[in-house]
């Protein structure tokens, strides 16, 4: 049996009742195994000379869409930007037959690209720079693994490639280190990291959770995580195969990597040194404001302590009994002022040298050296810890030892090592075998959705019996082995797509995520900054939400902003994803708390949308910057030009003669260039796909 130790089990069962359960198991599987979505794809017959996608289309196609709304839906598709107003003119006015080919493959190998395709796999892996919970303390290395996606896109890093380094890289390819950097994917979700008393088995329980579950739903496209309490309810997995698979990971533990050079380190050493040299006097002078305010606000509460730690606190440190020093804790936290409680007491001549030193300490801190590389990944604990079913889950009822393996309805029997090494890595390679049943069809249905609007299976993330059924499984099968084929390469199957007629038909209007509309306005304005890669960015938060993540500590830098303003027009992707608070532009157009996988952004309809894509400060400062640009491209007169360039650079098209007669009516009325501006940033088809 290989979802248990049978030695274990044969001696608290007996051989009888372990053949019964054996029994019990293959006959909750049974004949489920014949499910569409557990069997192999097999590649259906397309006719020569015509796109296999089209010709397995069961509907009719629609008229194509015309030539400007196909190169905005393309180019907004494949990069997440607009087209600029040269990229417009060269395409209408090239006349070739492959003009659209041409277009294509440019997209296809810009770095936009991978910037793209980089959110969606972050959201599906629930990518953020933070844990989550309660403190939700960011992630000082995390921002690798993001690139390191990114990169992979823009690579074409075949995808079979992919799995293997983010599931096992540190095993399967040592040395490499983007390889330890993939294996981030690992810790990309949430974890509970809380202060106190803490039930670390429960906690470990917690981590194998989130490891088991973000396999079973990105690569599987299972919801395996239904078998943690007992059998799956409705798809042949067993709550053993759940374990089996944590048994998996049961060995894996979390470590920050350090992946630099000596010269990458030696130059750290020396900036932090320098760092410090400019910091610490200054924090030094602050501290000597604040001391003697400290001091007598102790003094004063050391009084009305209770007797016996009033006298605890006289012991000399390092003479007291391990009682003494419990109490002398306590003590120091009841007498210890808070920075609020010290201010309040220093004078107004004083406090007002303190405001300065801090902006100055500020300041400094902005300079904070970049740490040396290190790797936000995983490792292998000398030991594998044993592996049990648990009751309902919980890690204090444990049932039957198990060992590392797979769901039994995907796969016979496979030897997994006993040891810590090589679990993952044998994981890794069965799931990037061109004769697994699911891989393929999971990531070629997420590039359709993507492209698409809806994937060929409506649930992304769920193939199984509750999932939604393939609306075109030849079509589904079809796509799946031609991705096998082209050396699993996510950009061939993408250019297949985008060149078919399916693709190219009018009627699939979709509406753009909010990090799209957020680098759309910037990049019509003028004030996109193409850089790429790094650390997390900040942008301005409203005081509301302010107030919301920062409920302690001086308030006066707790939210640091870069002094270079072209780092906060930098794409979202690389802005700071904190999981407990949403920046309202992207929160009101549905960004995911990256709590949980997300496949599918939902789109929603609400009165916050359109109040903040009309009123935000960032939608009235990009307006603003986009009314300067055209004065500057168009000339400060010229209102003719200014609304053709307003409307192809928003929109890419020119304006119907209405629209020219609303705008010459709207600058009649002493309306400004600002104010047309934001109201072309706000119309509905600049935050739709055509």
């Given at each position: ?22 029994d ?9 195994r014949?499910?569409w ?12 000379g ?23 839906r393309?180019?907004?598709?494949l990069t997440g ?11 209408l ?6 003009a659209?080919?041409k ?5 296809i ?12 796999w ?13 403190l ?89 995580g ?7 309810k ?9 374990y089996?698979?944590q048994?998996i ?8 990597l350090?992946i ?5 380190k030696?130059?750290?050493?020396r ?6 040299g400019?910091?610490d ?8 404001i604040?001391k ?23 012991v ?18 009841q007498?210890?002022?808070s ?12 406090k ?7 902006k ?11 740490p040396?590389?290190t ?9 594998a810890p ?9 890690p ?7 060992d ?30 061109a ?21 060929i ?9 509750l999932?939604a ?11 799946a ?7 699993w390469?996510v ?10 007629d399916a ?8 509406r ?16 996109l ?9 900040r942008?301005?938060?409203?005081p ?6 920062f ?15 072209n780092?906060q ?13 949403r ?12 709590m ?18 009309m ?14 640009r055209?004065e ?21 098209r ?7 007669t609303?705008?010459r ?6 309306g400004?260039l600002q104010?047309f ?8 088809e ?5």
């Amino acid at each position: 049996m290989a979802w248990v130790r049978l030695s274990a089990v044969a001696v608290l069962l007996g051989a009888a009742t372990l053949s019964a359960w054996v029994d019990k198991d293959e006959a909750f599987i049974g004949n489920r195994r014949n499910y569409w979505a557990f069997r192999k794809p097999v590649r259906p017959d397309t006719p020569i000379g015509r796109s296999p996608i089209d010709a397995l289309l069961t509907k009719p196609l629609k008229p194509a869409l015309d030539r400007e709304h196909l190169l905005r839906r393309v180019t907004l598709d494949l990069t997440g930007l607009p087209p600029t107003a040269g990229e417009i003119d060269l395409f209408l006015a090239d006349k070739s037959p492959d003009a659209y080919q041409k277009v294509v493959d440019r997209l296809i190998a810009s770095p936009h690209y991978g910037e793209r395709w980089g959110q969606r796999w972050l959201d599906v892996v629930r990518y953020a720079d933070t844990n989550g919970y309660e403190l939700d303390a960011e992630r000082t290395h995390a921002w690798r693994f993001r690139d390191y996606v990114i990169r992979s896109f823009n690579q074409d890093k075949p995808y079979d490639r992919f799995i293997k380094e983010q599931l096992a890289g540190d095993e399967l390819f040592p040395g490499d280190k983007d390889a330890l950097v993939a294996t981030g994917f690992h810790r990309a979700g949430p974890i509970h990291l809380v202060s106190g008393n803490q039930d670390e088995e429960a906690n470990r329980q917690e981590v194998l959770t989130e490891m088991s579950g973000a396999v079973g739903s990105v690569f599987l496209g299972l919801t395996v995580g239904c078998a943690r309490c007992h059998n799956h309810k409705f798809d042949p997995i067993l709550q053993a195969d759940y374990y089996r698979l944590q048994a998996i990971h049961a060995a894996t533990d979390y470590k920050d990597l350090d992946i630099s050079t000596p010269e990458e380190k030696a130059v750290y050493e020396r900036a932090k040194k320098l760092y410090d040299g400019r910091l610490d006097p200054v924090k030094k002078q602050i501290a000597e404001i604040e001391k003697p305010y400290r001091e007598r606000i102790k003094a004063e509460r050391k009084t009305k302590l209770e007797p016996k730690l009033r006298e605890v606190l006289d012991v000399p440190e390092d003479k007291r009994t391990p009682e003494q020093k419990v109490l002398a804790k306590n003590a120091t936290s009841q007498i210890s002022p808070s920075w609020d409680e010290v201010l309040a007491t220093i004078p107004p001549d004083e406090k007002a040298r303190r405001t300065e030193l801090r902006k100055q300490l500020h300041l400094i801190e902005l300079t904070e050296p970049e740490p040396a590389p290190t790797a936000y990944a995983v490792v292998n604990m000398e030991k594998a810890p044993t592996a049990y079913i648990l009751k309902v889950g919980d890690p204090k009822h444990k049932l039957a030892p198990v060992d590392p393996g797979l769901p039994r309805v995907l796969t016979a029997k496979v030897d997994y090592p006993q040891g810590a090494a090589g679990r993952r890595s044998a994981l890794a390679e069965w799931l990037a075998s061109a004769d697994h049943p699911l891989t393929a069809r999971v990531m070629v249905n997420r590039i359709w959705q993507f492209r698409m609007g809806t994937g060929i299976v409506a649930t992304p993330n769920d193939f199984g019996t509750l999932g939604a059924r393939p609306s075109n499984q030849k079509l589904l099968d079809w796509l799946a082995t031609e991705f096998v084929e082209r050396n699993w390469s996510v950009k061939a199957i993408d250019r297949l797509i985008v060149l078919s007629d399916a693709y190219q038909q009018q009627g699939q209007r979709r509406r753009l995520e909010g990090e799209a509309i957020r680098d759309s306005v910037l990049a019509v304005s003028g004030a996109l900054h193409p850089k790429m890669g790094g650390r997390p960015v900040r942008v301005p938060i409203e005081p509301e939400i302010y107030d919301i993540i920062f409920t302690e500590g001086e308030p006066d830098n707790l939210w640091p902003l870069s002094p270079d303003k072209n780092e906060q027009y930098r794409r979202s992707v690389y802005l700071l994803n904190k999981r407990t608070i949403r920046l309202p532009l992207l929160a009101n157009f549905d960004q995911p708390d990256a709590m949980t996988s997300c496949p599918e952004r939902p789109v929603s309809t609400h009165a916050l949308q359109a109040l903040t894509l009309m009123n935000s400060d960032f939608m009235h400062e990009q307006s603003a910057l986009f009314a300067k640009r055209l004065e500057r491209e168009c000339g400060a007169a010229d209102a003719g030009c200014q609304v053709r360039r307003a409307y192809k650079l928003t929109l890419a098209r020119s304006p119907k003669p209405a629209e020219v007669t609303m705008a010459r009516g709207f600058f009649a009325q002493s309306g400004t260039l600002q104010q047309f501006c934001l109201a072309m940033l706000n119309r509905n088809e600049f935050v739709y796909i055509p």
